[in-house]
């Protein structure tokens, strides 16, 4: 739980007297965090009108995880931003999802089972209708050696996981690819 309150700019806190006199448990989330969560994932954009982007910033981003919580609650807040999301939670199933969707944009977990990112990655590119798609790489490495491996397999960015909005807003909005550092 608490990775997924990070996530979102939001911090847990927890505190006790000791065995046998209860705990206190303190989450905090921003206010636009909050509105997301409350208004769902069916129209999630009513509550925050003044974090929707225009028209010209909408983005189709298929994201690819796992960990069902990380990925839902990276499918509701990127709802949330009002784009149109699509999620898979294996390298086979992004396979297949990604032609049929056309994402701009692929927010990858490089740990998934099985096929990891590197290789989905390697195949997406390998797509001529996919070839423009933003690849970002999630990860919970963030080393150079990690980023290199990313950058070999394709993908534009490489994230540390948990990726704040603050850093991923602005990345989807602008739709670079391969920035020169690549360490965004």
């Known amino acids: 739980m608490r990775r997924l309150v990070e996530m979102h700019g939001g911090f847990v806190r927890a ?4 065995p046998g006199k209860g705990s206190e448990f303190i989450v905090r989330l921003p206010a636009e965090a909050l509105a997301a969560g409350a208004a769902g994932a069916e129209a999630p954009s ?3 009108p003044q974090a929707r982007p225009g028209p010209a910033s909408t983005r189709r981003i298929l994201v690819v995880e ?10 509701m807040l990127l709802q949330a931003l009002g784009h149109e999301v699509a999620m898979a939670r294996s390298g086979p199933e992004a396979l297949e999802a990604a032609p049929a969707f ?3 944009v692929v927010l990858l977990d490089i740990g998934l089972p099985g096929m990891d990112g590197y290789e989905v990655a390697r195949q997406l590119r390998r797509q001529p209708e996919l070839e423009r798609a933003l690849l970002v790489a999630l990860s919970g490495y963030g080393q150079d050696e990690d980023r290199r491996r990313s950058r070999a397999a394709g993908f534009d960015h490489h994230l540390v ?13 602008s739709g670079q690819r391969r920035l020169a550092q690549n360490v965004s």
């Not at 796992?66 to 499918?75: K, Q, T």
């Not at 996981?161 to 909005?173: E, G, M």
């Open 102 to 104: 056309l994402p701009d």
């Open 15 to 18: 505190a006790s007297d000791g």
């Open 161 to 173: 996981k948990p990726v704040s909005r603050a850093v991923l807003q602005p990345l989807i909005a």
């Open 66 to 75: 796992d960990n069902p919580d990380v990925a839902e609650s990276l499918v």
């Open 46 to 48: 009513a509550a925050l």
